[in-house]
């Protein structure tokens, strides 16, 4: 699959290395790969130490194009920045031997949205963020670090699909863990858990309405005319992402379909 599509894995073992290469070879064509370096996050990757040879047995596989070289930092978002530079030094020890060497891959990458933030020294060719491209800071210290202020890279909008009044002592929705206090304007979005719209929002989510924000969504029904979930007007942002953060510590991954489905995020 990685080859049929076009991906570019990262690798650091050699089955995989091996198989990649035999299938590639097979189909007449050749698949990048980028090496991962564990320099100490000890998730993954190629200890530093043995990274040089990794790369160089790496070289020996026909098919296999050799396109970057990373690694990735486990305390950027922390005050204490003594253990991110000790694996920045260690980076840079294996990129000066395989420079030595004529070996550095064309693209070298390292920062997170972290240390993309407050580390410049670790942007190298590329950078890979992630959180903050739904403009949720890693942490209140990168927050007070960071030179740039964030804004979601997306937006999230849904139609109104309901609008009704509804009197006092009403309650609303699964569970009517909301009680209408006042005649009040119901609406409803169609936008649920199954979106990626995460439960632990209900009675604590947000929408805006142009500039107007309106909460109090109970489940799965917003209360409002007309919304967009995550968007920015002017000054005034609100996001599902950093919401769902507050209140579960948890940001929905992507996730792709194949045929005309359309891309659901998922908690
Ligand atoms: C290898 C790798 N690179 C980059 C990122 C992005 O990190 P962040 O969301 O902190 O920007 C992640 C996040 O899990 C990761 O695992």
């Known amino acids: 699959m990685i080859i049929d599509y076009q991906l570019t894995p990262s690798v650091y073992e050699p089955t995989l290395c091996n198989t990649l290469s035999r299938t590639a070879q097979a189909k007449g064509t050749s698949v990048k790969v980028h090496l991962d370096?564990?320099?100490g996050m000890n998730r993954g990757g190629i200890w530093y130490t043995e990274a040089v040879d990794f790369l160089?047995?790496?070289t020996s596989l026909d098919g296999i194009e050799i396109e970057g070289v990373f690694t990735h930092f486990a305390t950027a978002d922390q005050p204490d920045k003594s253990h991110v530079h000790l694996q920045l030094e260690r980076f840079k020890s294996v990129l000066s031997n395989l420079s030595e060497l004529n070996l550095r891959p064309p693209i070298v990458h390292a920062a997170n949205s972290a240390a993309a933030l407050t580390l410049s020294d670790s942007h190298f060719d590329t950078v890979r963020v992630g959180l903050s491209l739904y403009g949720v800071y890693p942490s209140s210290e990168v927050r007070r670090a960071s030179p740039v202020s964030l804004r979601p890279a997306l937006s999230w909008k849904a139609r109104l699909i309901c609008l009704r009044q509804s009197m006092?002592?009403?309650?609303?929705s699964y569970g009517r863990?909301?009680?209408v206090d006042k005649p009040t304007w119901l609406a409803t979005l169609p936008v649920g858990y199954a979106d990626g719209y995460s439960r632990a929002l209900s009675n604590r989510g947000e929408a805006l309405?142009?500039?107007q924000?309106?909460?109090r969504s109970e489940r799965f029904a917003w209360m409002g005319p007309s919304f967009g979930l995550h968007r920015r007007k002017g000054n005034?942002?609100?996001s599902p992402y950093a919401s769902a953060m507050r209140e579960t510590w948890?940001?929905?991954s992507i996730r792709l379909q194949k045929r005309r489905e359309p891309s659901r995020m998922r908690f």
């Open 209 to 211: 309405i142009g500039r």
């Open 177 to 179: 863990t909301y009680i």
């Open 37 to 39: 370096v564990d320099t």
């Open 213 to 215: 924000s309106v909460n």
């Open 56 to 58: 160089k047995w790496l």
């Open 236 to 238: 005034r942002q609100i």
């Open 168 to 172: 006092q002592g009403e309650g609303v």
């Open 250 to 252: 948890r940001l929905p």
